[in-house]
């Protein structure tokens, strides 16, 4: 079985290039099958669940070539089908922005209910409730979403909760919809940007992503384009946090500094050391780091993404922190393992109390999402001795090349896959 084994305690230092968003690539990705004309997508990260998504727009006979370097074409002038429904669709949560981009384009779609993290329970109301408004009868059926459309007809909806999900989905269809869509309270992330962005290069005529009103107006067609996907925020936050949690000095390359600002304040507020350049991130940790309070918000507010990866911080840090998470139920269950590597960590409800310890100590943990798995992961790296992470693919979900980053910044780490290979590193590294 597949594991990470590591030697924790060094800090680590040097320069690390960050990816391009897997979250906005899963949405400009399907939007890209809404031309017949070549689309070019360049910072397409290497992470296993953008692989289940070509491989799904693939499958459903559109042209798919990864290209040197991160660059993929996609030309869907030769689909066949709009029924998607292999194995790869099932497993991520992205699938369902192929509901939206197909509903847009051929006014049907045929979609597997979507997987990802078990994190919360994660309805898809707000997706649904978008899809009716402009027009498409919408079921759930046999475990997948049908969605069909005589027209698509703009309108004003408005978003009972904020969702990335949603707002991206609704912003694909309604892209080739009659007439004006307008989403209120739509959520706010800056890969809703980058969606937006690249729909208005395909020809699209978005106004007002990045705020919580967004105005869509419908064109009739989609054409070709070449489009860059943003810095990944949380791939960033996350070395940010290993630094940090090591005591280490890391720069991070290829990032967008404002897009870090809830990261960056809170990690200068426990006394680390932030420093902002135009397009990299210096995190230089603190031996005395302070205890705080956290509670995840929508954009602009902390990310329920990078609370994993704080709650290593803080168990590092001096007193008593809290952490709120507000936008799923479910997202504690690293806290077990981390409590199993001598954190002092207690969960109430919706709250995380977390009192300082001085050191963590390695043991055999298990990664139980992909944020979560991260989190060991830097555990690992803080605390003494060995440390060995089980379930690894939820990490390489979301995080391309984590272990070869990792070894770069001097981190003593690699992926395994017998006891043969821990023993044998164990021995290497003494
Ligand atoms: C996206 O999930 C991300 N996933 C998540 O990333 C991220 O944690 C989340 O946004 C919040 O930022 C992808 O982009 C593929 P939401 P999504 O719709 O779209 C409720 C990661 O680790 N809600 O913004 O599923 C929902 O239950 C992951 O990369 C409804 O009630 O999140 C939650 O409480 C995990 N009805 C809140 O809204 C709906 O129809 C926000 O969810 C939709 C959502």
Known sequence: MEQYIMKGGAPLSGEVTIAGAKNAALGILAGAVMTNETVIIENVPKVQDVEYLLDAIADIGAVVERKEGNKVLINASTIRTTQVDNDYIQKLRGGYYMVGALLGKYHHAEVDMPGGCNIGSRPIDQHLKGFRAIGADVRIKGGMI???????????????????????????????????????????????????????????????????????????????????IIPDQIEAGTFMMAAAATRGDVVLKNVIPKHLESISSKLREIGCEVVEEDDAVRVIGSNHMSATHIKTLPYPGFPTDMQSQMAVVLALADGRSTITESIFENRFQYVDELVRMGADIKVEGNVAMIEGVNMLSGARVVATDLRAGAAVVIAGLAAEGFTTVEEVAYIERGYESFVEKLRELGAEIERVSSEDEVQKFKYKVG
Do not use: F, Q, W
């Not at 969605?147 to 309604?174: E, F, P």
């Not at 007439?179 to 106004?207: Q, R, S, W, Y």
């Open 146 to 228: 049908l969605a069909h459309a005589s027209r698509l007809v703009g309108t004003h909806i408005y978003m009972d909760v904020v969702s990335v999900g949603a707002t991206i989905n609704i912003m694909l269809a309604a892209s080739l919809a009659e007439g004006k869509t307008i989403i209120e309270n739509a959520a706010k992330e800056p890969h809703v940007v980058d969606v937006a962005n690249m729909l208005n290069c395909m020809g699209a005529n978005i106004k007002g992503a990045g705020t919580d009103v967004i105005r869509i107006k419908g064109v009739p067609e989609l054409h070709g384009c070449e489009y860059s």
